[in-house]
């Protein structure tokens, strides 16, 4: 190391990357769709770039510390990270160009595939809303420094006066959330590549040296999951050997780790036994480190502002953690325990909050701003930042003691509660109700719940948002469209309809706007990948349904036919996982008052001649804790609120539910222990694979393995879809099994959906025959 100037007193470890206006994202689609070129893209991102680092020094982050984090990306900070170490799986190998290098063309093409080629994979990143692309790794991989984006940002912004700390993902972390390719033996694990890909951090940590980067950000929060695949054991090993490798590098940056997401548990003692300068810790979803060998001798960076979250929290509290922190070391700064990249930029951006909301609420921009406060608190003591901890007690407390944050009637309700109120009556008799209640052939069929969203459904919601359509004429809109919707499925001769879901934004926003408790924003947009962004409701206080959501909406969709339809809700789980949860009490309290909420829902549907309902929980599997010891409390309550949530109905009544993915590992119990009479999974992507999952798990109840991926335009033929149901009827007795897609159609047109269903019910007429 030439230099060893101080880690900043306060940083972050990420910001968002997608503008306050959404800026990124409009430049890049506007790419994708051959409107602008690649220099006015690379145009838009400079600029973008550099607002940003103006920003976060007006916000109180050093212009010439390092404290500004080089987090920017086009799409992903994995895909970046592929692209720095040339890790280019073979059958894109003709993106790459003569000079080793992906231009900006081929980089999207690998996060969205072009022709037959398919796409890098897409997954969760750790227990975020984020996904990220999966790499794919094999013998074959050839790393060598093939990007050199992270060095120009870095002199970018050097030139235009800021000295940045570049950050990307670290090389554990980047092997571990690897899969093998597709040319990998059996047996071969990513990691196992660990010592061909060092060399090329090592260059790029030269390569930043030179340029005068002081310090560089390694993110490695692979080592506080225990989901990861490869075992603990290795992983610890592969950490060692890593950070003892580039540690020993001469004329390198500063480095330092960052583990967001959770305690690094026992990987913390290994990292501080390697010659790193800086670790940081999450302190806001971890806990401090119980072992501190080696502590002493690093920098600690206290993660001890929620990056994960909107609240303005404890200042207080987390100063207090920071200060605790210090007894483990005498170099300690305070940072976000996350990127800031689950958050929205600013609340002063939102007008319609009302008087007391935005005071309890802390954006990215206000917590560069906390975390700016606290290091001055650090340095300077407690007494200079008096007043801002006065002020976020203060909020704390009017939070504390608002209106709606609790309501005598909701906790009185949630307390008589009895394990009575969980339970449905035996399957068997109601397997024999439901029969005899709605007279279904053998392999039912039906769909997911949405109809593709078209341009005049996404302009008619638009133009009743901007109040140019009066409420009574946006409802006659929907109502139109519903039986459109209607006849098209009488026409096609699926036997369970859906009323398709046109007037819902979104699947959880639709619900949050309907109950008290939550608040939606205007510009709260975060990340989910790409250039795709959600504006996650804000889930203030206690929860309940003041009138009826969905009722009428399904009861005219009833009314216009004589087959049964399905009422359509989204479950208390996902409810939570895609939105900002209240950080005052447990998951468990508030998903309980959600599933209460749903629990009228249902039985207003029921009372209204409603005879399926439908409950989609696609979050189940994501909400999971990365920790182990954490799983059985998580899988109690989750599964508890569904139960609650749908228990209330007569043996008759059929409750379905949705799950958006084919992993079942885990989770396979829970999913049975919800009880849901019909559940539908994805599988046309694995072709069926997860039906063996099924028989495995003893399974006896309704279940509906997608028949089709709707995640592409391609219609599948009668022949395939016939294939499939065989497959699946190998394992799964006829009995139990129905007929649908992988999941919703609101993201398809009309024309591949019209053909599709129809193939669909084609392929269930030919199996029926049969049977
Ligand atoms: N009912 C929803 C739909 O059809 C389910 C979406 C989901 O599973 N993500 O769109
Ligand atoms: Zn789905």
């Avoid at 307390?415 to 969980?422: P, S, Y």
């Avoid at 391609?714 to 497959?727: K, M, W």
């Avoid at 006829?734 to 398809?748: F, S």
Wanted: charged share 25%; glycine share 8%; hydrophobic share 40%.
């Amino acid at each position: 190391m030439t230099t060893t100037s101080p880690f900043p007193a306060g940083t972050i470890l990420g910001y968002p990357r997608i503008g306050p206006r959404r800026q990124l994202k409009k430049a890049v689609e506007s790419f994708w769709a051959g409107t602008t070129s690649a220099a006015e893209l690379e145009d838009t991102a400079a600029t973008l770039r550099q607002a940003t680092r103006a920003r976060l020094v007006a916000l109180g982050l050093g212009a010439d510390d390092s404290s500004i984090p080089g987090s920017f990306s086009f799409y992903d900070q994995v895909l970046d990270a592929l692209c720095t170490v040339g890790a280019v799986p073979a059958r894109y190998a003709s993106l790459v160009g003569a000079d080793g290098r992906i231009d900006l063309a081929g980089y999207f093409t690998l996060a969205r595939g072009e022709g037959d080629n398919l796409p890098l994979e897409m997954t969760k990143w750790f227990d975020s809303n984020y996904h990220y692309l999966v790499p794919e790794i094999g013998p074959e991989t050839v790393f060598s420094l093939s990007s050199d984006r992270i060095v120009r940002e870095f002199v970018e912004a050097k030139t235009a006066g800021y000295l940045t700390r570049p950050v990307i993902v670290g090389p554990v972390t980047f092997l571990l959330l690897s899969k093998a390719s597709d040319e990998a033996p059996a047996g071969f694990s990513p990691l196992d590549r660990l010592d061909d890909l060092l060399p090329v951090y090592a260059a790029l940590l030269q390569r930043l040296d030179e340029a005068g980067a002081q310090w560089v950000q390694l993110d490695e929060p692979a080592l506080v999951s225990e989901s990861i695949d490869t075992a603990r054991t290795e992983s610890l090993a592969a950490l060692g050997r890593a950070y003892a490798t580039l540690g020993r590098l001469a004329g390198r940056p500063a480095i330092f780790v960052a583990a967001p997401y959770g305690s690094l548990d026992d990987a913390l003692p290994v990292l501080a036994g390697t010659p790193v300068d800086a670790i940081g810790l999450d302190l806001v979803r971890g806990a401090l480190p119980l072992d501190t060998a080696g502590l002493a001798a690093k920098t600690l960076v206290a993660g001890v502002i929620d990056g994960h979250n909107i609240w303005r929290g404890d200042l207080a509290l987390a100063l207090e953690k920071a200060e605790r922190l210090a007894g483990f070391s005498p170099r300690i700064s305070v940072s976000t325990s996350t990127s800031l990249l689950h958050v929205p930029h600013d609340v002063d951006d939102e007008a319609g909050l009302g008087d007391d909301l935005p005071g309890w609420l802390a954006f990215a921009d206000q917590k560069v701003g906390q975390v700016a406060t606290l290091a001055r608190g650090l340095s300077e003591g407690r007494a200079a930042i008096a007043g801002d901890l006065a002020a976020a007690s203060a909020a704390l407390e009017s939070r504390r003691n608002a209106r709606g944050v609790r309501d005598g009637r909701v906790r009185a309700r949630a307390a008589a509660l009895t394990e009575a109120d969980f339970s449905r009556g035996d399957y068997p008799a109601r397997l024999a109700a439901q029969d005899a209640a709605l007279g279904l052939p053998p392999l039912p069929t039906t769909t997911i719940g949405s109809f593709p969203q078209t341009g005049d459904i996404r302009r008619a919601r638009a133009r009743r948002h901007a109040g140019e359509l009066s409420h009574d004429d946006y409802r006659a809109l929907m109502k139109a469209e519903i039986a459109r919707v209607v006849a098209l499925q009488e026409e096609i001769g699926l036997d369970v309809l859906v009323h398709g879901e046109p007037e819902r934004n979104d699947m959880v926003q639709y619900f949050a706007e309907q109950l008290d408790g939550f608040q939606v924003t205007e510009n709260g947009w975060v990340q989910s990948y790409g250039s795709r962004c959600t504006r996650p409701s804000i889930l203030w206080g206690d929860v309940s349904r003041p009138r009826p959501i969905t009722v009428d909406w399904s009861t005219y969709t009833q009314g216009l036919t004589a087959k049964p339809v399905k009422g359509m809700l989204t479950g208390p789980v996902t409810i939570l996982a895609w939105s900002f949860v209240r950080d005052d009490q447990p998951l468990a309290e508030t998903a309980t008052q959600v599933a209460l909420a749903l629990r009228d829902e249902i039985h207003d549907l029921e009372a209204a001649g409603i005879g399926l309902v439908q409950v989609d929980e696609p979050a189940l599997r994501e909400l999971l804790p990365l920790k182990k010891k954490d799983h059985a409390d998580y899988l109690d309550w989750s599964v508890g609120s569904f139960r609650l949530a749908t228990a209330g109905v007569a043996d008759a009544t059929q409750i379905h539910t949705h799950l958006c993915y084919s992993e079942f590992g885990v989770v396979i119990d829970a999913i049975r222990n919800l009880d849901a009479d019909v559940t539908s999974i994805e599988a046309a992507r694995s072709r069926m694979e997860v039906v063996a999952d099924i028989k495995a798990g003893g399974f006896d109840h309704g279940i509906g393995p997608g028949v089709y991926d709707i995640h592409s335009p391609r219609v599948p033929s009668v022949a395939e879809i016939t294939a499939l149901l065989d497959r699946a009827l190998e394992s799964i007795p006829e009995r139990q099994v129905w007929v649908n897609p992988d999941c919703g159609l609101k993201t398809r047109g009309y024309k591949e959906t019209v053909e599709s269903l129809h193939n669909m019910v084609a392929a269930t007429r030919a199996v029926r025959a049969r049977i």
